[in-house]
């Protein structure tokens, strides 16, 4: 079976600029969740995403935004980009709610931001 | 809101030697509680968990034990080897869809 994949892996914008990064979770899995991962904060969830519809939020400023498709396939987008976006962005995905069990992560996708 | 206290930040032990990382949890809803692996350029991975009505929980090598009165729990991994050399994250979930992690032990494994 496919692990998590995320797209693009690495990437580099301007301050003020946006991104939209991709994720698709393993086959069957409904959840897919979102972390930022960075040496200051540590690993801080963002949004969790179950049957399209989001079920939970962290503590992150609207600029952060995410959907997610009947194939379960999420995006999240950042507008506005600042420096302090420069992070590794890791999703999540698992069969039933995520904070409920298993969670399998993949590889990040890593965002500076200049 | 919850907070997770991992302790030690860095670890480094002998090859087989034990290390013990130690998670600290405040809010009592919490009731499943993930230990993840790190590898450098990789995305956490799931090595063991917990829930609540359970004591303690083994698996070959690694094992966790859950204390809900104190709010706390702990990682233990006998026998190191240098493959287990990586940072490793504990994390406290709610039914309420909660999910705070600790900041990170880096555990080096010297042969």
């Known amino acids: 079976k496919a692990g998590v994949t995320q797209t693009p892996r690495y990437l580099i914008k301007t301050r003020g600029q946006q991104v939209t990064l991709s994720c698709s979770p393993i086959s069957g899995h409904r959840s897919v969740s979102w972390y930022q991962q960075t040496p200051g904060q540590g690993l801080q969830f963002l949004f969790e995403y179950f049957s399209e519809t989001q079920r939970n939020k962290g503590n992150f400023p609207g600029r952060f935004s995410g959907r997610q498709f009947s194939n379960s396939r999420s995006e999240m987008n950042v507008s506005t980009l600042e420096l302090g976006d420069s992070a590794l962005y890791l999703c999540?995905?698992?069969?039933?709610?995520?904070?409920?069990?298993?969670?399998?992560f993949g590889p990040g996708t890593r965002l500076t931001v200049t | 809101g919850e907070n997770v206290e991992q302790h030690p930040s860095t670890l480094s032990v002998q090859e087989g030697d034990s290390a013990v990382i130690k998670c600290t949890y405040s809010d009592s809803a919490s009731n499943y509680f993930p230990w993840y692996k790190q590898e450098l350029g990789k995305g956490p991975q799931l090595i063991i968990d917990?829930?609540?009505?359970?004591g303690e929980k083994k698996d070959q090598r690694i094992a966790v034990t859950l204390n809900k009165t104190a709010k706390h729990f702990s990682l233990h991994i006998t026998e190191t080897q240098p493959e287990d050399s990586a940072v490793y994250f504990c994390a406290a979930n709610t039914n309420a869809g909660k999910s705070t992690f600790g900041d990170g032990t880096t555990l080096t494994v010297k042969p």
């Open positions: 999540a995905s698992s069969l039933g709610r995520a904070t409920l069990g298993e969670q399998y």
């Open positions: 917990i829930r609540s009505n359970v």
